[in-house]
């Protein structure tokens, strides 16, 4: 699913499509495992694959690959303990395998940001779009560190939807708008709309993705 205006387009989906409390109000109850991605393919433009995702390794995405057409579109959920230089060779291999369809990376740095995190998101950010996911009770020494960090590198920082943070959206290829409420009113899902759309129209990937326990499809029906 997508929202748009003019030529500017939100893609939306959530975060992961492995959630057994949408059987039988998503997916059919005898709908098996392997062909969920293909339904929420036809229903939703993207999606943020959780990090615990890529252990399934090489034989799961290619499986993704054959039940899917076009959509999804990917954005991957970087596993934070993955930091030396072969593990990341090797699951930036696992990602190539997606091809054009990967929109980019999510990096969580919930804590100050060290020399080897700092580096690992400048070399990430030269194999794909970046961003970089502070979460939303991080300090704000420490989300000054990071911003800089993506003002020097072109990389985008994960927007919560707060109104105060909206003006920080500005940098990167790709913004990752990340959802976490089941609540949200109509005014409030109106104002993330809008921001995200005004980021559209930075010649930039907006990805407006629902988190939660699981997802809640009616707020990314509302979304759309």
């Not at 927007?159 to 105060?164: C, K, N, R, S």
Request: proline letters at 4%; hydrophobic letters at 40%.
């Amino acid at each position: 699913m997508s929202t748009q205006l003019q030529e500017h387009t939100i893609l939306i989906g959530s975060y992961g499509w492995l959630h057994d409390e949408w059987l039988g109000e998503f997916y059919p109850e005898d709908l098996p495992d392997e062909w969920q991605l293909g339904y929420y393919g036809n229903e939703f433009q993207v999606v943020l694959v959780p990090a615990d995702y890529w252990t399934a390794g090489a034989g799961a995405i290619a499986e993704w690959l054959e039940e899917t057409d076009e959509s999804p579109r990917f954005i991957c959920e970087w596993p934070g303990q993955v930091q030396d230089k072969a593990a990341t060779v090797e699951l930036l291999a696992l990602f190539a395998h997606l091809g054009v369809r990967v929109m980019g990376i999510l990096l969580g740095i919930d804590d100050e940001p060290n020399e080897q995190v700092l580096a690992l998101a400048s070399h990430l950010s030269q194999h794909y779009a970046l961003c970089i996911d502070a979460g939303q009770d991080t300090g704000e020494s420490v989300l000054e560190q990071i911003r800089e960090h993506c003002y020097n590198e072109n990389v985008s920082l994960c927007w919560h939807g707060e109104a105060e943070s909206a003006v920080n959206m500005s940098t990167g290829k790709l913004l990752v708008a990340r959802i976490n409420s089941t609540e949200l009113d109509p005014r409030t899902m109106r104002f993330i709309v809008e921001e995200c759309i005004k980021q559209g129209k930075l010649d930039r990937d907006v990805a407006l993705i629902f988190d939660g326990k699981p997802p809640s499809l009616q707020q990314m029906t509302n979304a759309g």
